[in-house]
């Protein structure tokens, strides 16, 4: 049940962000947009997004899962409705703002439940289930929107989307419960796990504090580096196939389905592999980067096809890439409740969030660039071409910095043997710090 209702969040909210990247192609029409001013839009989400994930964690920590979660549904369901109601650029801009800061606070809330509800060795397929949320509802979004704007008109569109959201809210009020509301305590959860007492003494710890952490910033640069990748992805997609290939807005659909179909077996799939190695025996870590090292070998093929001129050449590549996406975020994410003390993941998700939304924030700015740039010289498959090639090499580029950081080192605490895991957090706060 607790996988069921992140998995549906997670849906809609990838559902809900989707929208206007698939309208682009008749409301640059109506609204004369360029590709830099399209950028600026992406851009400005991924600004509030930013801004709002780094807070959002903190206060989904101070409010609890139950409460936090819902505050951020209810915003952003009602921000993208409001989307149906603007008539200007300005006005678009507004609402993505509320948007990104509604939208933000979903993976910090998610990763906070599945910390409460999951051992360490199941945490990983957890995540990859309901990072399959995303993957759902990008293909969602192709299967609907389109059909929802040619038949009723774009305004609707949004309505109809955003109404998602206030109905999951509603199956989460009746539905979620923490551990502790079922009468299970720290001691009360061993029938489900045997790692499951990681909490420290100290009830919270500063940003700044949390900075000076090692594994912290593992996770920082990791999201920094890829997590652009799946936001070109997501925004400019649909655009790359009309200009691509010279779809039409009706055929639009299916390629982008097919791509988005296969990141649902690569999120489950990635969590799925860590989780079979670490009851196999294998340090949590170890499985966790072994199978974010094949996820980045797999986005590889991307740079080396960029330049076909078949458009199912693509569609398969960038299926793969977008497969291997999801099977490293679904291991990265999970690093945060590996590495950390339930009370410090909602905000440890959220620095990671940040630096993975400020990598979002200044690449749909080369994008835009380059875009208008060749475009102007009749060469928008060049373009194209380079802004793939960037991609197919983030993550490995990604995971190589990150073992120079220490991501694969053993623990200090040694390993379990029993279960492939380091034990339990130590309970003094600066004994944690130093490892």
Known sequence: MICALLFLATTINYLDRQVLGLLKPLLEKEFGWTEKDYGYLVVIFQASYAGGIIFAGRAIDRLGTKLGYALCMALWSVASAAHAMVGSTLGFGAVRVLLGVGESGNFPAALKAVSEWFPKRERALAVGILTAGT??????????????????????????????GLVWLLAWQVLYRSPADYGLDARGRLFMSQDDSDDVREETISWIGLLAVRRTWILLIGKFLTDPVWWFMLFWLPSYFVDRFGLNFKRLGLPLMIVYLATSVGSVSGGYLSSLLVSRGWRVQAARQATMLAMALLVLPLAFVAGSSSIWVMVAALSLAAAAHQGWSANLLTTATDNFPRQMVGSVTGIGGMAGSLGGLLFPLLVGVLLDHYKARGMVEAGYHLLFVLCGGAYLVAWLVMQLMGAGRPSQRGTDARHGSEPPLPKDLRQWRTE
């Open 135 to 164: 993957s759902t509802g990008a293909i969602a979004a192709p299967a609907v929107v389109p059909w929802l704007a040619v038949t009723y008109g774009w305004r609707p569109a949004f309505l109809i989307t955003a109404l998602t």
